[in-house]
């Protein structure tokens, strides 16, 4: 099961406030990265690095060699056509700007599950569910109506130095 990480979810792994969603947290990127299912996109490790560095969640280096360990893992990059799609998905379904490039660069990831506490829970879109790893089994939001996903789309994914075989 592909899965994609927002910032939000990558933060509080490495945060020191909330013990509890810093485990669960944990626990999800050590799962994935086991299983190669681990995804992000180059917006997510700027997002992150900026975050973790602003927020004292950790150094300047320490950022950075998370960022470089996370680069090894597949990372989808943004390019002009992402950008348009995402556009579209932010008018078409009043997402935030910067939550459609996520929501894009996942779909474009071919990933099952968008791990954020920022976007609505059990939402679809497509074959993506949005899920929040903080919220407890079967307390699901009333999902929204799923977008439809263009089949006509350029995947934008660099695969990690582990590579898919």
């Known amino acids: 099961m592909r ?6 979810v990558l933060v509080y792994a490495h945060g020191r406030d909330d013990m509890a969603k810093r485990e669960l947290a944990r626990t999800s990127v050590e799962e994935a990265t086991a299983e190669d299912e681990f995804v992000v996109s180059a917006q997510v490790l700027a997002e992150f690095y900026w ?3 602003r927020l004292k969640v950790m150094g300047q280096a320490q950022a950075q060699a998370v960022v470089r360990l996370w680069s090894e893992h597949d990372v989808v990059v943004q390019t002009p056509d992402l950008v348009l799609r995402a556009i579209s998905l932010h008018r078409e379904h009043s997402l935030a700007f910067w939550d459609a490039l996520i929501v894009q660069a996942a779909l474009d990831a071919r990933c099952d599950l968008l791990l954020s506490e920022d976007l609505q829970h059990g939402r679809r879109f497509g074959d993506l569910e949005i899920r929040n790893p903080f919220v407890a089994s079967g307390a699901h939001e009333k999902p929204a109506a799923p977008y439809r ?3 006509t789309r350029k995947s934008a994914v660099i695969p990690g130095r582990r590579g898919r075989g």
Do not use: E, H, K, L
């Open 149 to 151: 996903a263009r089949s």
């Open 3 to 8: 899965r994609f990480f927002d910032t939000n």
């Open 51 to 53: 975050t973790a560095v």
